[in-house]
């Protein structure tokens, strides 16, 4: 069956250093990953998009990789602060699909 | 510029009443989303709309479910009669275009509860 795990329901970490989520997936090929933030209460807003053909994705303190061989994708926010405290949702397309599949999140909390 | 808007933001009915969700999309986007949100399922797409045509509703639950979207500016998502199993959040989304490459911006949701 088809699944998009994200490593935990929770990662707590300390300010300053990097927090690095996981997204693995398992029987979709993707063409395209995307990442999303979700604050409580309101909607998951877009962050980062990533092809299959790229390996690496940066805007300004985050990063993406894309491994379609490991079938992953790793999200990075360095120097975290307390304001990343959220909920981030990796989302994929599947081939022939135009929608998106979201994974169930994992909840960042930074503590100052 | 105004995002995508949802009302109403909370819904509290009894079993068995008629809900209506509505959307406003972002104007100029071609696509519209509905998504259900719950603890146990995450994030679950119900509908989705490409220049206002119906793509794909293989996401809605059951017959009790339906959605229009009778102009661009504006989509219902109708739920009757309601049952408490269908207590979450529900959300729209909108993109220029349909396509894994496309960012969605969504609503801020509706959040229901079914008594």
């Known amino acids: 069956s088809q699944k998009i795990e994200q490593n935990s329901e929770a990662l707590n970490i300390q300010e300053g250093k990097t927090a690095t989520l996981t997204c693995n997936y398992t029987?979709?090929?993707?063409?395209?990953l995307q990442w999303y933030r979700q604050d409580p209460g309101r909607g998951p807003v877009f962050l980062l998009l990533?092809?299959?053909?790229?390996k690496e994705k940066r805007k300004e303190r985050l990063k993406v990789t894309f491994d379609t061989t490991l079938k992953q994708s790793l999200f990075h926010i360095t120097a975290s602060q307390p304001a990343d405290s959220a909920t981030y949702l990796c989302?994929?397309?599947?081939?022939?699909?135009?929608?998106?599949?979201f994974g169930t999140g994992t909840r960042l909390t930074v503590i100052p | 510029d105004a995002g995508v808007i949802q009302s109403p933001r909370h819904e509290v009915t009894e079993m068995g009443q008629e809900v209506t969700l509505r959307c406003k999309p972002i104007?100029?986007?071609?696509?519209l989303f509905w998504y259900r949100q719950t603890m146990m399922r995450g994030l679950e797409l119900l509908i989705y709309?490409?220049?206002?045509?119906?793509?794909?509703d293989s996401g809605m639950p059951e017959d009790r479910f339906s959605a229009k979207m009778p102009n661009a500016s504006f989509s219902t998502l109708k739920i009757q009669p309601s049952e408490p199993r269908d207590s979450a959040v529900y959300f729209c989304?909108?993109?220029?275009?349909?396509?894994?490459?496309?960012?969605?911006?969504f609503g801020d949701g509706t959040r229901l509860s079914i008594l």
């Open positions: 989304a909108s993109s220029l275009k349909t396509g894994g490459n496309q960012p969605q911006h």
């Open positions: 029987n979709y090929s993707p063409a395209y």
């Open positions: 990533i092809r299959e053909n790229e």
């Open positions: 989302a994929l397309d599947m081939a022939g699909a135009n929608n998106l599949f």
């Open positions: 104007s100029g986007h071609n696509s």
């Open positions: 709309f490409n220049n206002n045509v119906p793509i794909d």
